[in-house]
């Protein structure tokens, strides 16, 4: 089994540009979940879908920020525009129960 | 928002030592988790313990779970340097595929 497998894998760009995340969970997996990694906030979830239904995205930080999950293969997180704040490690995590497991994380930097 | 607290931050020990570190948190929970984080990778689950179960084992892991107090506790016994990883803990108010509440975690260093 590959993974949950996550593009790119380190992402520099500059403040007001357009990013754009991916993720592939793991086959037959139902849920998947969008966390953002920074040293001052540790770990924190900003989206998750079941089924491919955004069920709680209350930890978006603003309007800059939208997920979508097309199909059950596919997950993108975009950034536009993107700030230096944003700046952080950005995790996709997959489940079918109650373990979930995680992607090797996008470090994004905006300049 | 944070739920869970882990302490120690930081802890060093020598190899074959063990390790013990904490986890506090705040709201009834299913179920309790540790993951672990080596340096620029993704976490990976380590064990879960579910809230009616006091003790839970594998391999050299022990993980203890008192819900009166709020807190659990991860031992790693005989540290290999190869243990050297950030750990943290992660709540569930539900079963099933509801999101994880994780704490800091805390930087544990073994040294050969």
């Known amino acids: 089994d590959a993974g949950v497998i996550q593009s790119p894998r380190h992402e520099v760009t500059e403040m007001g540009q357009e990013v754009t995340l991916r993720c592939k969970p793991i086959s037959g997996h139902n849920s998947l979940f969008w966390y953002r990694q920074t040293m001052m906030r540790g770990l924190e979830l900003l989206i998750y879908f079941n089924n491919n239904v955004p069920i709680d995205d209350s930890g978006m930080p603003e309007d800059r920020f939208s997920a979508k999950m097309p199909n059950a293969s596919f997950s993108t997180l975009k950034i536009q525009p993107s700030e230096p704040r944003d700046s952080a490690v950005y995790f996709c995590?997959?489940?079918?129960?109650?373990?979930?497991?995680f992607g090797p994380g996008t470090r994004l930097t905006v300049l | 928002s944070q739920q869970g607290e882990e302490d120690p931050q930081a802890l060093s020990i020598q190899e074959g030592e063990n390790a013990t570190m904490n986890c506090s948190y705040k709201?009834?929970?299913?179920?309790l988790q540790w993951y672990r984080q080596n340096s620029g990778r993704g976490l990976v689950h380590l064990i879960l313990i579910r809230s009616n179960e006091r003790e839970k084992h594998s391999g050299r892991l022990r993980v203890t779970l008192d819900t009166s107090k709020k807190s659990s506790s991860l031992l790693i016994t005989a540290s290999r340097a190869a243990d050297t990883a950030s750990y943290f803990c992660a709540t569930a108010p539900n079963s099933g595929n509801t999101p994880l509440v994780f704490g800091k975690g805390t930087r544990l260093s073994v040294i050969a």
């Open positions: 995590a997959s489940s079918t129960a109650d373990t979930q497991y």
């Open positions: 709201t009834s929970i299913n179920n």
